[in-house]
Nanobody
Framework: QVQLVEAGGGLVQAGGSLRLSCVGS????????MGWFRQFPGKERELVAA???????LYADSVKGRFTISRDSAKNAVYLQMSDLKSVDTAVYYC?????????????????WGQGTHVTVSS
């Protein structure tokens, strides 16, 4: 059974930092694109950042310069370093992976999902 397990969410003050991690099991994601998405209440899931199997990175405009995605293929893991957090970043964050190696912005392109982790930024 393929699983993605996120960790690292929580409550942080505006301007602070958090690091999310996601570890996969059940298959290797070495040649898979992986990504982070977030969902606001009543809204569709949206891209935060994605990384291809060759480590080409894709970011939402709203997080460029503040968030950094990285991966450790040996650990089957992907990370999201979030800095200068704002109240508008408050959401549920999901890790995702796809069988293909190209990173896409659309959630529909991803085959596997984590359970989500809450990030709350207080102002």
């Amino acid at each position: 059974q393929v699983q993605l397990v996120e960790a690292g969410g929580g409550l942080v003050q505006a301007g602070g930092s958090l690091r999310l991690s996601c570890v996969g099991s059940g298959r290797a994601f070495t040649t898979s694109a992986m990504g982070w998405f977030r969902q606001f209440p009543g809204k569709e899931r949206e891209l935060v950042a994605a990384i291809s199997w060759t480590s080409w990175m894709l970011y939402a405009d709203s997080v460029k310069g503040r968030f950094t995605i990285s991966r450790d293929s040996a650990k089957n893991a992907v990370y999201l370093q979030m800095s200068d957090l704002k109240s508008v970043d408050t959401a549920v964050y999901y890790c995702a992976a796809r069988t293909g190696g190209t990173a896409y912005s659309s959630p529909s392109q991803y085959d596997y999902w984590g359970q989500g982790t809450h990030v709350t930024v207080s102002s």
